[in-house]
């Protein structure tokens, strides 16, 4: 602990450039820890050295599962090798591997162990301090943010957020969380003192390669790639050695058929090959695991993402067979005779470049690794494999690589290139093909994939930070020229670029993983006994992953495999990168389908469409019954491709952790791709029904625009059983650009001990009976208060009943606005609320503010264990069907707001009755100027208008347009022809003599204008309704009562209690 201590506050002192920070951490078996991939349906434990699986006195560890939760077991461990040939300090060629530490670290003999001293050091690869929180066992993970460090030792040179404190190391930049789940950490293999070997010259405590690797993990819950975890490795040779022959290798140990508690299947294990693919597995032979379970699944692991190696004139990864070049054949192995004055093709070994010259009439010489190899006209020269030499000057490095493999009589001979592209030195086809030999830092976008209007983000990969290439028109590299960014210092590769450290713009070097000129898998070792190949004996290890060698003749049996990919030089600074999937299928055609979904992810860079945030879930037991709610967060994400395409959610329950219970959907190979929810909600919108787009096969159900909830009850669940809930989000994609739906994850994971590691959107129920007594929680006495005008009403839901609080007092308060109507007037309409608590008067606590969430429908936020509804009105407006004359024969009548020439009024929520007289002088109207050039006279009239809620007389104007000798002031209509007098109501509180106040305009209405009926006489009324939505000058109030227990209710309950004899106790005679 005080070693963690001092190296916290090492960091914390300086800010120096990265280069003087993360150069002085090295590996330290004191920072070992360990993570839990469990974001898909591969469950497994990993390691910050670069191993995967269980250990041998760690039983409680699962190594790898699958399903999750299912119990079933596939390997036992995994281990990373990295070797290399190099002269020591003696001057002999040694073989060094640098690996994990294994499978039993407390026994350094053991064959699945790594090198370690005769002092109980560790010679392997080890984690670098500052990459976790030192207070925690754990390994970092983007969804673990307790895991994290205070800031990062590899970002100290961000110029804008030094160390990225508080935000997630992502691959794709600052807190960038695309996978669904992300591990990282960062290793070396400092410590490895093995063999005389110094790798630095600048650092004689440095041992091993002098490679650091940093390392992630990722996992996608989509259901393409559910079955699979993806594992980056970017190895870097910080040293100061140029190396020509570097393998990166893997060990697996599997146990296929196996359980997380118990082993017994292992001796019957198969393992093959795909060498186009990539692919090595491993399966059952009699498709029957420990216990009888069946069927056993098949384990696999490829390389996505391997070493290129550009300087051999090949094109190792099929990607430049579209553009010039030649095609290598079995017809250019063939030996030759040098000829006088024919052109051959040199290498300068130091850098690699090509110059074609005449073969001279003496010995031409040509320096390599510290040797001279000398060519004569009539030496016969052929290639020879695996020695990283042009052996017959053609320009070519090992072009002849491969293997002779199986037993007498059927041998069959691999050759790793053949077909492949090359560069014709002679000719010069080919090297015009930019994909053949490209590099990762160089600088250039070798595949013209860089598109400005997307990717021109800048150096940190996140947009608008305003960085360092942001929006410039220019592809923006992580490896830059010394100078080109503040701070920037290191030693320059042959491009003259530093690593920035920084991942770059989208698309271009490291960020574009096929800009690498990959080589792909050229070693398959399938042996038996597990010892046959000590993880600590680098000279056999290296033996067994030369390129072509591959050996599958060990069958069903307890068989381990090591697999490689090599040889490749490494330049000083020079970062390879491995990308490897490790994965799961039914079968081996289900397991090539998932290598192809991997490729596809892989090929878009891992950054295929995401599915939404993950919501954060509750749930509350009740009696035969479990509640659940949920946030908005997933309704707040964007997709890195679409957008925003959030479309509903899916609500899931099981009594297995697994989900097995749950009704399967299958896809097109008969292989379980989801499970069928027991609820669906989604945005009333264009999208519903099945998507265009299938997902192997099958057809995404987007809902039927149900509108979307926050909360569901499900009154299935039975007292006494133990759920499992989930709710899942999920996006519509999007046919056009040939995407698929997502669906957010849900996973949980339960070790043998018991301890539970889910998602947010997971939680674990059992619904029980109340106790005795028990009253339930309830909001009394929300009524509108005095004053308040308000058509609609407010309703509540209890969500949450622990959190509801006693005797607390709430008010809904709201704010109003202005709104144009159709006719191009004005109406109040809600604006906003607030839920105000006011238990403490001098304190009130605002719960919720200003929510714009006033409309019918709009889902409310649960608070203090309660949610509200509003069921509200657009704005002010009449309501027809509360309106009605006193008798059915008078003229109908029109109510709109008032608008005349440029005047317009406001609609005034209220409610008015009109009562008329017989003779005029009821009421008198008021003067007004309606425009610069109408002034209404005020006159005695037969009428008087009564705002219905205060009782007080309304003002208005009155325009008597139906002009009749006699019935001057009265409220008429067509007595001249078809004219209406028309009524003007003025607002009762805002209207002045100087400021006129308009409201509403009410006329008779000509489609009545008819001999059945007639204009109002003495007696006669007319009641006049309006909508009115939440005004300014609306509250409510009510009082929460929280659950409790009645004593008496509960002692009478309990008396109801009949104790009857047990029938089977005897009483002794």
């Not at 120096?16 to 469990?38: C, M, N, T, V, W």
């Not at 010394?482 to 210092?489: E, V």
Request: hydrophobic share 35%.
């Amino acid at each position: 602990m005080m070693k963690k201590l001092l190296y916290m506050m090492m960091l914390a002192l300086s800010i120096a450039p990265l280069s003087a920070q993360i150069d002085k951490l090295y590996g330290d078996f004191d920072e070992y820890r360990l993570g839990i991939h469990s974001g898909n349906q591969i469950r497994c434990t990993i390691w910050n050295d670069g191993e995967i699986g269980g250990k041998n006195l760690r039983s409680e560890l699962i190594a790898l599962e699958w399903p999750i939760n299912s119990g079933y077991a596939y390997f036992g461990q995994t281990m990373i090798k990295i070797g290399a040939e190099v002269k020591d300090s003696n001057g002999d060629i040694v073989h060094i591997f640098s690996e994990s530490m294994g499978w039993k670290p407390e026994d350094p003999t053991d064959p699945g162990s790594g090198d370690m001293g005769p002092d109980g050091e560790w010679w392997t690869i080890l984690p670098l301090p500052g990459f976790a929180n030192p207070n925690e066992e754990r390994l970092a993970m983007s969804h673990w943010g307790w895991s994290w460090p205070t800031y990062w030792p590899d970002k100290m040179d961000d110029a804008v957020d030094p160390g990225w404190p508080t935000s997630w190391n992502g691959y794709f930049g600052k807190d960038i969380k695309n996978a669904d789940q992300e591990s990282f950490f960062v290793a070396d293999d400092y410590n490895n003192k093995e063999f005389a070997f110094y790798p630095d010259r600048r650092d004689s405590t440095r041992r091993g390669l002098g490679m650091r690797v940093t390392a992630r993990g990722f996992q996608w819950s989509n259901a393409l790639v559910e079955d699979l975890l993806f594992c980056l490795y970017d190895v870097k040779n910080i040293g100061t050695t140029r190396y020509k022959k570097i393998v990166f290798a893997q060990f697996a140990g599997p146990a296929i058929g196996n359980t997380v508690v118990q082993g017994g299947d292992n001796g019957d294990d198969n393992g093959g090959y795909e060498l186009e693919q990539s692919l090595v597995y491993s399966y059952d032979e009699d498709n029957l695991g420990n216990t009888g379970w069946s069927p056993v699944g098949y384990y696999g692991c490829a390389f996505l993402e391997s070493p290129g190696n550009p300087i051999d004139g090949i094109d190792n990864d099929y990607d430049g067979q579209s553009g010039s070049g030649g095609v290598i054949d079995e017809s250019m192995f063939v030996e030759k005779t040098l000829q006088q004055g024919e052109t051959v093709v040199l290498i300068d070994y130091k850098n690699y470049e090509r110059s074609k010259v005449a073969m001279p009439n003496d010995t031409l010489r040509i320096p390599y690794n510290d040797k001279i190899a000398k060519f004569w006209p009539g030496k016969a020269v052929e290639e020879i494999e695996h020695n990283q030499f042009d052996d017959n000057l053609n320009g070519l490095v090992d072009e002849n690589n491969g293997a002779t493999f199986g037993a007498v009589g059927n041998q069959v001979t691999t050759y790793l290139y053949v077909g492949s592209k090359y560069v014709d030195y002679f000719s010069g086809e080919g090297e015009d093909n930019p994909l053949i030999d490209e590099y990762r830092d160089d600088g250039v976008d070798n595949d013209g994939d860089w598109d400005p209007l997307l990717d021109d983000v800048g150096l940190d990969g996140v947009p608008f930070t305003g960085d360092y290439g942001e929006s410039d028109a220019q592809p923006t590299s992580g490896w830059q020229p010394i100078g080109a960014i503040s701070g920037l210092i290191g030693d320059p590769n042959k491009f003259g670029l530093v690593d920035t450290n920084l991942p770059g713009e989208p698309h271009l070097d490291k960020t574009d993983i096929s800009e690498s000129d990959m080589i792909g898998l050229t070693s398959f070792y399938l042996y038996t006994p597990w010892s046959l190949l000590p993880g600590y004996d680098d000279a056999l290890i290296w033996e067994k992953t030369k390129p072509g060698y591959l050996d599958d003749r060990s069958q069903n049996s307890d068989t381990d495999f090591t697999f490689g990919s090599g040889y490749f030089p490494m330049d000083i600074v020079q970062i390879e990168r491995f990308s490897i999937a490790h994965m799961m299928g039914i079968n081996l055609e289900d397991l090539l389908i998932n290598k192809s979904w991997g490729d596809r992810a892989y090929n878009e860079n891992y950054n295929f469409s995401k599915a939404p945030n993950i919501p954060h879930l509750t749930v509350i037991p009740g009696d035969n019954q479990v509640t659940l709610f949920w946030d908005e967060f997933a309704e707040q994400s964007i997709d890195p491709i679409l957008g925003q395409d959030f479309e509903g959610y899916r609500i899931y329950r099981s009594t297995d952790p697994g989900w097995q219970d749950m009704a399967e959907i299958t896809d097109g190979y008969g292989s379980t791709t989801y499970r069928k929810p027991m609820a669906q909600f989604d945005l009333n919108n264009e999208y519903s029904g099945y998507s265009l787009i299938d997902i192997k096969g099958v057809l995404f159900w987007l809902g039927e625009n149900t509108g979307i909830v926050h909360s569901y009850v499900d009154s299935t669940a039975r007292n006494g059983y133990t759920y499992y809930y989930a709710v899942t989000a999920y996006d519509r994609g999007d046919p056009a650009k040939g995407i698929a739906p997502s669906e957010c994850t849900k996973y949980i994971a339960i070790d043998q001990s018991g301890n539970v590691d889910k998602g947010t959107n997971v939680a674990i129920c059992r619904p029980e009976s109340p106790v005795a007594g028990y009253l339930p929680p309830l909001l009394e006495n929300m009524v509108l208060v005095e004053g308040s005008s308000a058509t609609g009403r407010v309703a509540y839901e209890i969500i949450d009943r622990t959190q509801i609080k006693n005797q607390h007092q709430y008010q809904i308060v709201f704010k109003d606005t202005l709104v144009e109507t159709d006719n191009m007037a004005f109406a109040p309409a809600t604006l906003s609320y607030s839920l105000i608590d006011v238990t403490n008067l001098t304190q009130p606590d605002t719960l919720i503010r200003d929510s714009r969430l006033v409309k019918t429908g709009d889902v409310q936020p649960v608070i203090d264990g309660f949610k509200l509804s509003l069921f509200n009105v657009p704005l002010v407006e009449l309501w027809p069907d509360s309106c009605q004359w006193s008798r059915p024969d008078i003229y109908s009548f029109t109510f709109n707001v008032f608008k005349y020439s440029k005047t317009n009024g406001i609609a005034e929520p209220a409610d008015y009755r009109i009562d008329f007289f017989d003779q005029v002088g009821a009421d008198t109207s008021t003067e007004v100027s309606i425009s610069a050039t109408r002034k209404l006279s005020a006159m005695p009239v037969n009428f008087t208008i009564t705002d219905m809620q205060t009782q007080k007389k309304v003002p208005f104007a009155f325009w008597e347009k139906d002009v009749l000798a006699g019935e001057e002031g009265k409220l008429t209509a067509f007595t001249d022809k078809s004219r209406t007098d028309q009524l003007i109501l003025l607002d009762q509180a805002e209207h002045t003599p100087e400021s006129p106040a308009f409201t509403w305009s009410f006329e008779f209405d000509t489609a009545t204008n008819d001999s059945l009926h007639d204009n109002p006489g003495a007696g006669d009324y007319v009641i006049i309704r309006t909508l009115k939505p939440f005004l300014s000058h609306d509250h409510y109030e009510f009082t929460s009562i929280a659950e409790s227990i009645n004593q008496t209710n509960a002692k009478e309950e309990l008396d109801k209690i009949r104790v009857v004899p047990n029938p089977y106790v005897v009483a002794n005679s």
